[in-house]
């Protein structure tokens, strides 16, 4: 998404970028004391956030029939929802973050099947289960593309489950800007934003490139193949699908009581 950006591809009218790099939760964690002005969220965070900030209508992750997986290295239960739920009361199990969206889908999946929850950093979550310190863990990531090569076995797709039972991309990360940024300048850095994007997409082959040094062991076709399944159509725009999968998202964890209230997303078009 910020190859372009990075590399001084685009434009910046007259605006200066530093570029911080951090996991999502550390990213939600400082979002939530309004440090950045800027920055790369979980849509889950954004809940508690939206009083500070307004959601940028480009940079979206979205699992189109996919997304977070449940995994572990014991003997899965059934293929089958209540079988799952049965499974998980017994189970600790490693999550990257409490304001994951990964977090929240589990949540509204389990309910109280999901709460022997201990967090663990994304990329530790592997290590800490085969570690015997938890029983399955939540991963994000290009964990879903490596899972079975680190010898786990799947329990759930939680983007499969909710595409299944909503019709609806599950809404994973998103990008917000503070509210007390001005409007005009809110609009040029959306506009920035969604250049470097599209810049991205298609110049794809140096994009990918861009990201090796955080591929954390892919081989550029794995990484080409993960960058393609959250850098997309939905993240030059969410589009009235990806605005409805939010609604719905943060809808029912408000039914639910997952999150404090409900929340109406404002958008920076």
């Known amino acids: ?21 951090q996991d999502i939760e550390t990213l939600n964690q400082r979002a939530l004391k309004g440090e950045l002005h800027i ?8 809940a508690y956030l939206a009083d500070k900030y307004a959601l940028l209508s480009c940079g979206a992750s979205m699992g189109d029939g996919y997304g977070p997986m449940l995994v572990t290295l014991q003997e899965p239960p059934p293929d089958d929802d209540d079988a799952i739920r049965a499974w998980l009361r017994q189970k600790k199990i490693a999550v990257p973050g409490l304001k994951t969206s990964a977090y929240l889908a589990l949540g509204l999946f389990a309910g109280e099947a999901g709460a022997n929850a201990v967090v663990v950093p994304f990329d530790e979550i592997f290590g800490f289960v085969s570690a015997g310190k938890a029983d399955a863990g939540l991963i994000i990531h290009e964990g879903q593309l490596t899972f079975a090569d680190e010898g786990f076995r799947l329990v759930l797709d939680l983007g499969a489950w909710w595409k299944n039972r909503t019709g609806l991309p599950l809404p994973l990360g998103g990008n917000v800007i503070r509210k007390d940024i001005p409007t005009k300048v809110r609009s040029e850095v959306l506009a920035i934003l969604k250049e470097s994007i599209d810049y991205g997409l298609s110049h794809r082959d140096a994009g990918v490139k861009h990201s090796m040094p955080l591929a954390r062991g892919l081989d550029i076709a794995k990484a080409d193949r993960f960058i393609g399944m959250y850098v997309n159509d939905f993240t030059i725009d969410y589009g009235e699908t990806g605005r ?4 719905e998202f943060l809808g029912q964890a408000a039914a639910r009581k997952l999150i404090p209230h409900a929340v109406e997303p404002e958008f920076v078009e």
Not at 7 to 21: A, M, N, P, Q
Not at 39 to 46: N, P, T
Not at 244 to 247: D, F, H, L, Q, Y
């Open 244 to 247: 409805a999968a939010i609604r």
């Open 1 to 21: 998404m910020f190859y372009a950006l990075a590399e001084h591809k685009v434009d910046t009218r007259g605006h200066t970028f530093e570029h911080i790099l």
């Open 39 to 46: 920055s790369a969220v979980s849509i889950h965070a954004y």
